[in-house]
T-cell receptor, first 113, second 116 residues
Framework: DVKVTQSSRYLVKRTGEKVFLECVQD?????MFWYRQDPGLGLRLIYF???????EKGDIPEGYSVSREKKERFSLILESASTNQTSMYLC????????????FGPGTRLTVT | AQKVTQAQTEISVVEKEDVTLDCVYE???????LFWYKQPPSGELVFLIR??????QNEISGRYSWNFQKSTSSFNFTITASQVVDSAVYFC?????????????FGKGTKLTVNP
């Protein structure tokens, strides 16, 4: 079974802090994604990566950066957290070239105070 | 442009009722995939079905069925004899086959509440 894990289910940070959200998958997937989910807005793509050290901006990359140093790990970084980044963050992964389903992690609910 | 519209924001039904969740999509691509995901209160998205644009056969899986109509760009999801455990947010998503990025375009979701 594919497993995608996220480092925290719940996180509370202060405005201005640097925040790291970690995602790890155990199926050797090339592609990994970070989404944020907000009520009434659905899932919006922040960044994705199709290989180690490769990244592409999604629809809402402002205020975020990412890091993919190892194939299994994809990190989302909030350089200076703001209250409008309070949200649910979901990580997903998939094999390159397979139009199968994306596998999702359990999500991290981040609150910035 | 790729877009998925789930016009129903919230639906509330009583157990054992049938319920249909609507999904309308827009794409200029001739080949694409459509997906439905379920997000229970625990938060993790669970894959339900994938459909490619060449296969318009309807699909049934237990109490779940899907109606794909290319002519109306719709991919609707019906739950028959709903149960309380069906309460969740349901997302429809579109993935074009060209481009190779594997990106999904999600609808905004429909929150289904099944009351006992």
């Amino acid at each position: 079974d594919v497993k995608v894990t996220q480092s925290s289910r719940y996180l509370v940070k202060r405005t201005g802090e640097k925040v790291f959200l970690e995602c790890v998958q155990d199926m050797d997937h090339e592609n990994m994604f970070w989404y944020r989910q907000d009520p009434g807005l659905g899932l919006r793509l922040i960044y994705f990566s199709y290989d180690v050290k490769m990244k592409e901006k999604g629809d809402i990359p402002e205020g975020y950066s990412v890091s993919r140093e190892k194939k299994e790990r994809f990190s989302l970084i909030l350089e200076s957290a703001s209250t409008n980044q309070t949200s649910m963050y979901l990580c997903a992964s998939i094999f390159q070239g397979h139009s199968y389903e994306q596998y999702f992690g359990p999500g991290t609910r981040l609150t910035v105070t | 442009a790729q877009k998925v519209t789930q016009a129903q924001t919230e639906i509330s039904v009583v157990e054992k009722e049938d319920v249909t969740l609507d999904c309308v999509y827009e794409t200029r691509d001739t080949t694409y995939y459509l997906f439905w995901y379920k997000q229970p209160p625990s938060g993790e998205l669970v894959f339900l079905i994938r459909r490619n644009s060449f296969d318009e056969q309807n699909e049934i899986s237990g109490r779940y069925s899907w109606n794909f109509q290319k002519s109306t760009s719709s991919f609707n999801f019906t739950i028959t004899a709903s149960q309380v455990v069906d309460s969740a947010v349901y997302f429809c998503a579109l993935r074009p086959l060209q481009g190779g990025s594997e990106k999904l375009v999600f609808g905004k979701g429909t929150k289904l509440t099944v009351n006992p």
